[in-house]
């Protein structure tokens, strides 16, 4: 069994910062890529950041230059830094994960999700 475990959110001011950290556990052989989405409440869950096991990141315009994801391949974490944060940036955010594992080649996780909320 994988486990994703997420730490970070919280509140914060628009203008401000914070860095959410997702770290992967288990059965792993090794991780395709690794992402964070995020879900406000109303709208769908949608990509914030995505990366690649060989260091390729994908970003939608609505936080490109604002937001930097990263992982550590060693401890199986992904990061994010979110900065110039805005108020439509709140949102509860998912860490994904595609694992291959002993007895499989891939397969999706999902983190159980942090609350980011951005307001003064």
């Known amino acids: 069994q994988v486990q994703l475990v997420e730490s970070g959110g919280g509140l914060v001011q628009p203008g401000g910062s914070l860095r959410l950290s997702c770290a992967a556990s288990?059965?792993?052989?090794?991780?395709?890529?690794m992402g964070w989405y995020r879900q406000a409440p109303g709208k769908e869950r949608e990509l914030v950041a995505d990366i690649t096991s060989g260091g390729d990141t994908t970003y939608p315009d609505s936080v490109k230059g604002r937001f930097g994801i990263s992982r550590d391949n060693d401890k199986n974490t992904v990061y994010l830094q979110m900065n110039s944060l805005k108020p439509e940036d709140a949102a509860v955010y998912y860490c994904?994960?595609?694992?291959?594992?002993?007895?499989?080649?891939?397969?999706?996780?999902w983190g159980q999700g942090t609350q980011v909320t951005v307001s003064s």
């Open positions: 994904h994960a595609s694992i291959r594992g002993i007895y499989y080649y891939k397969r999706e996780y």
């Open positions: 288990g059965s792993i052989v090794s991780i395709h890529a």
